[in-house]
């Protein structure tokens, strides 16, 4: 097994990045920046020939994580189709050259949020973000092409994952921050209800799913929920205090939907992950390492 | 008006090219051989970077109608996946550079064919075909994506279109080459009934999509169906005798319902489309080309 990475500089990349290392995989990250503590491949994924790429490398494995780096690009900006067509080519670059296996990072935004309960199986594809649509037209191509065949591809739904190496922007970011600041924070009311997931846990399930032969959409999730308000307080409490948050104080994001819960039993049964971290462990863990 | 057509050998791209040049519009043919009777732009679009062959020809509009080329290779092959990345790669460039409208070749098969009156507004996409999906992925990537503006984006639903330069395994033709040479031509029961139109129509109908305003997808197609054995009689009559066809001699293809109609107010009362020929007249047309 030869892993190829991409995107091993991103949120959930770089903590697989981390895994892989420690875990002694042979995995060689691909991309316009190096990984630290991983061999490194030089490659503009959106503007170079891949084929060059994937014939000095030669992964039996791809594990395709990158993906718009800028987030403020990220819901709606034209480079969602750029990475489209950039992972259709390597995709396809790297089947030509005989890889066995690739796993690709999707994501919960591809369902139709009006049911809650998110089901690999059942539930609609719906999206409502130009990000989403992305995602699944990616989807659907690259799982409904029989003609790919002998390559296997799993496709990890990822959902709301945390984390320590959270952008200063991202709420978890800013409460641990400013508790530890001594600053306000304002929050949305908070009332909604999340499956989220502690990073590390999300890149171990993508992993795992690449070790693993399950083929088609695995949500990568806990199954566990919590509210925004309960994620806000437990963060702060281990930040020092939470007489920071100012509940109330923002306006609840357009299309959020009060509850949304992830079908998990694909990632349980079928890929067999047991994850490190409840939510509450998760937070706390979080909490730790970005004031350490 | 400054026309980049892509496909411009293709079934209905060469009739394009005979159109627009007989019109005198400005239109530089855009791939990988040259245009009879048309500027020429050569650019591997599957592989090459697309923005210096913008830069060159500095078209203002778009007309893609390159795809798969091998037929055989078109409903199921890989080549679907390379062709919805380099059609966002083209019109992601044409408009980084400026291009104010485009339009881009779809399918009648990117429609769900359970609904015998294929609507625009109403029929549920749900192809069948890696084809089907391709066309429909790429059209809901350009079509629900605001950001793409300024850019307009016209998608044109072919729908059973044929003509004198068919290639030789289709039915007309088959029946054409087969009556002319004396041959029997085996046919389906021939009972299913399609919305056929003539290829210079359908040319034409794609011109005047490009020259309009309208957005979003619109059925290229006429407010008239024909029953396939109706057709075959016809172009073999035309051609001298009906004698020599076997109806029956051939399964009909799976997937094929009895019934499709197109839905064509876009068309004629948004675009302001009138065809030239009806299905009879485009048959006798079709058969004496042919046969000159």
Redesign the interface.
């Known amino acids: 097994m030869r892993i190829a990475l991409t995107g091993g500089n991103g949120f959930i990349g770089s903590r697989i990045a981390v895994q892989l290392q420690r875990e002694g995989v042979e995995t060689v990250a691909i991309g316009r920046q190096p990984v630290a503590g991983l061999p490194f491949h030089r490659c503009d994924l959106l503007?170079e020939?891949l084929e060059p790429m994937i014939a000095a490398v030669r992964p039996t494995h791809l594990l395709h994580t990158a993906w718009v780096s800028d987030r403020r690009r990220l819901w709606?900006?034209?480079e969602?189709?750029?990475w489209?067509?950039?992972s259709?080519?390597l995709i396809?670059a790297f089947?030509a050259a005989g890889g066995t296996r690739a796993v690709i990072a999707g994501s919960c935004a591809e369902y139709d949020w009006s049911e809650s309960l998110l089901d690999e199986a059942t539930t609609p594809l719906r999206p409502s973000t130009?990000y989403g649509?992305?995602k699944r037209?990616?989807f659907?191509?690259?799982t409904?092409?029989?003609?790919?065949r002998p390559l296997s591809i799993g496709w990890g739904r990822i959902f709301f994952a945390f984390g320590p190496n959270d952008k200063p922007d991202r709420l978890l970011s800013q409460i641990i921050d400013g508790v530890a600041a001594g600053r306000i924070v304002d929050c949305s009311e908070g009332l909604q209800i999340r499956p989220f997931i502690h990073v590390d846990d999300a890149a171990r399930a993508l992993v795992a799913l690449l070790s693993s032969r399950v083929e088609g959409a695995v949500n990568i999730a806990l199954d566990e929920t919590m509210a925004v308000r309960d994620l806000a307080n437990l963060a702060a409490s281990h930040a020092g205090t939470t007489d920071l948050l100012r509940f109330g104080s923002r306006p609840l994001q357009a299309g959020e939907p009060p509850l949304l819960r992830a079908k998990v039993e694909r990632l349980s049964k079928e890929v067999g992950f047991r994850p490190l971290y409840s939510i509450g462990e998760g937070v706390r863990a979080t909490v730790a390492e970005r004031l350490a």
């Open positions: 503007a020939p709606a900006g034209t969602n189709l750029e489209v067509a950039a259709l080519r396809l089947r130009v649509r992305s037209a990616l659907d191509l690259l409904q092409t029989p003609e790919l």
